[in-house]
Nanobody, 126 residues
Framework: QVQLVESGGGSVQPGGSLRLSCAAS????????MAWFRQAPGKEREGVAV????????DYADSVKGRFTISRDNAKNTVYLQMTTLKLEDTAMYYC???????????????????WGQGTQVTVSS
């Protein structure tokens, strides 16, 4: 089992920045990919960014490319999502997810990830 705990959410004005953290514990040795998803009210959960924990390869949703950066600190078992130039439409609950699959789809699929955090709210408003 892997436990994930997100932190770092909050309220910010358009154009601002936030950094989310996801601390993993438990049997993290088998984890291959960690990702960030988000879900706005009335919308489906969508993948935002993913990182291959054993190599560092990353992928992003088109809507956040150039603005968000996913990174990891394997020594701390922590994944980060640096968000810059935030827009109103970035407002959502952000979830950290992990999987032991050898491959994940692109765009990211909720069903590829078996471990989820409780979420952290990001609100962008003027």
């Amino acid at each position: 089992q892997v436990q994930l705990v997100e932190s770092g959410g909050g309220s910010v004005q358009p154009g601002g920045s936030l950094r989310l953290s996801c601390a993993a514990s438990g049997y993290t040795y088998g984890t291959t990919y960690m990702a960030w998803f988000r879900q706005a009210p009335g919308k489906e959960r969508e993948g935002v960014a993913v990182i291959y924990t054993r190599g560092g390869n990353t992928d992003y949703a088109d809507s956040v490319k150039g603005r968000f950066t996913i990174s990891r600190d394997n020594a701390k078992n922590t994944v980060y999502l640096q968000m810059t130039t935030l827009k109103l439409e970035d407002t959502a609950m952000y979830y950290c997810a992990a999987t032991a699959r050898s491959w994940v789809g692109s765009p990211l699929r909720v069903t590829d990830f078996g471990y989820w955090g409780q979420g952290t709210q990001v609100t962008v408003s003027s």
